[in-house]
């Protein structure tokens, strides 16, 4: 038992091996260990969505996941997402409909949607405006994110 | 806020998790799913010397049949519980209370043992395990505990855990052709801790309930069951004049305390909304006569 502990897991893709303290939540391990600033650090206790990131497939809060406990796991981040290319319709979107104000939220609100649209391809703006509850943007720019949102499930549907 | 230090281990197996923790002592906590624990130690309103992660142990993982029960082990996510097929069709009360838990990030995380260890009186599966009449099965590295849930909550954030013992599983009984269930909550906003809710539980036939199980969260330290508003309607069908005899009886038998969300009076007011719904909802009539 330790307060160091050693992990290999993969990043974006990568394989990474790092030591950690037990205490580095994941985003602190994101942001100052590797380098990669686009999983924002917000509330740091689960509530504001900042930091969104996917771990084996699915989304959490990297702020409630200890870097420790990830050996072996697949996590990706905006940065990932964004250089596979996965999202540019909705990072599109969101620069129309000026989704982004200051930011702060937009990366955990672009995972957070993509979740959505992934399992539920055509939601309604109150299943939007559900999903996206627990991702806060203190602009508060809500209706312009649920536009966004609503523009590429509808664009996605007239091409499938 | 960052947590204090502390030492982490992961363990492989039920019989590493019990040698683990045996070996950490008392200050050590055990690591599930971590939406409320890591919260909680990075506020470091707990500072637990070391955490021994059990997400990985086998034994706690999986939902399966047993007989006439739904077992669900403790490691299971909410969002497991709520896509799982036995769940949806046996105990269908608990894919709709899964909606209302958090946030879909959290779902993927939160685990069902833990939010029963955790017993926040404003939590969703701790009222439907008691309207359910679910067992918890409580492991020690001795011995095996069933703990009916009604008793498992013993007060604010406390249970009927002993010392070095866990949450292995939960058994639900499988839902009895006739019998229907739904859950409520009044929140501030979507996915914050209810405010007031009801997880309602009866056999039908008509509209009236037969062996109705009404059981409130966040109006009491632990899930409240509402006996004497049960009383009134039981046998009765579900009527403008049962709701409010029900409602009054629920009245006299709440004690809410006042939290951040407002007085007793405005809670006892939500819970007799959320029972007039949840009656109606239960015997199949539509909103239009609730409070």
Aim: proline share 4%; net charge neutral.
């Amino acid at each position: 038992m330790s307060t160091e502990v050693a992990v290999t897991l993969t990043v974006n893709g990568e394989r990474v091996s790092r030591r950690v303290e037990a205490r580095r939540h994941l985003i602190d391990f994101l942001r100052l260990d590797l380098g990669l600033m686009g999983s924002h650090t917000g509330c740091e206790h689960g509530i504001c969505g900042a930091c969104t990131v996917r771990i084996d497939g699915t989304i959490v809060r990297g702020c409630l996941v200890l870097a420790a406990s990830l050996d072996g796991a697949r996590v990706e981040t905006i940065e990932g997402v964004s250089d596979a290319g996965e999202i540019r319709d909705l990072q599109d979107a969101f620069v129309a409909r000026n989704a982004a104000q200051c930011g702060y939220c937009t990366p955990g609100m672009l995972l957070t949607a993509a979740d959505l649209l992934q399992s539920n391809p055509r939601p309604t703006r109150a299943e939007i405006r559900e999903h996206l509850a627990g991702n806060y943007c203190r602009c508060t720019g809500y209706h312009a994110i649920v536009d966004a949102v609503e523009t590429v499930a509808q664009k996605r549907n007239a091409k499938a | 806020m960052k947590a204090a230090p502390f030492s982490y281990v992961r363990a492989a197996s039920l019989a590493d998790a019990f040698r683990l923790w045996s070996d950490a002592g008392p200050e050590a906590k055990l690591l599930a799913g971590g939406q409320s624990l890591l919260a909680a130690l990075a506020f470091r309103l707990s500072e637990p010397s070391a955490l021994i992660d059990i997400s990985r142990v086998p034994e706690l993982a999986g939902i399966t049949q047993a007989g006439a029960a739904i077992r669900v082990g403790a490691g299971v996510t909410h969002a497991e519980l709520g896509r799982h097929e036995l769940v949806r069709r046996h105990v269908p009360l608990l894919a709709d209370a899964v909606p209302l838990i958090a946030h879909a990030a959290i779902r993927n995380r939160g685990t069902v043992g833990g939010s029963l260890a955790f017993a926040d009186p404003a939590a969703e599966l701790p009222a439907c395990c008691v309207a359910l009449d679910a067992v918890v099965i409580a492991r020690s590295a001795e011995a095996e505990r069933r703990i009916p849930a009604a008793r498992f909550f013993t007060g604010l954030y406390a249970t009927a855990l002993a010392s070095q013992e866990l949450i292995a599983a939960v058994e639900f009984p499988v839902a009895r052709g006739g019998e229907r269930s739904v859950i409520l909550e009044l929140a501030r906003r979507s996915g914050d801790y209810a405010m007031a809710g009801v997880a309602a539980r009866a056999k039908v036939s008509g509209s009236a309930l037969a062996d109705p199980r009404l059981i409130f969260f966040a109006v009491g330290d632990r899930p409240v069951a509402a006996q004497r508003a049960a009383a009134a309607v039981s046998g009765k069908q579900v009527t403008a004049e049962t709701v409010v005899a029900a409602q009054a009886a629920l009245d006299g038998e709440l004690d809410p305390p006042a939290d951040q969300h407002g007085s007793p009076q405005m809670k006892r007011h939500l819970a007799r909304v959320l029972l007039g719904r949840a009656l109606n909802r239960i015997a199949g009539i539509e909103e239009a006569r609730a409070a």
